[in-house]
């Protein structure tokens, strides 16, 4: 898996395996987080308008 979030490898179905990768430190990758990353770094983990509602509010049943 590369850091942006492509997999590079496969391991074969149904084994047990390790899967190794090399990571190349000076190449570009795709940040699909970048454009929250702020947001979150200010403990905002929602994308725009809070929702007000029991039922979200109600973490104990579905």
Request: glycine share 6%.
């Amino acid at each position: 898996m590369r850091p942006d979030g492509v997999t590079r490898g496969r391991l074969a179905k149904n084994r047990a395996g390790i899967l190794i990768s090399t990571v190349d430190l000076n190449q570009e990758y795709y940040d699909s987080t970048k454009a929250w990353r702020d947001n979150a770094m200010n403990h905002k983990f929602h994308s725009g308008t809070l929702v007000n509602d029991p039922r979200s509010a109600n973490r104990k049943e579905l």
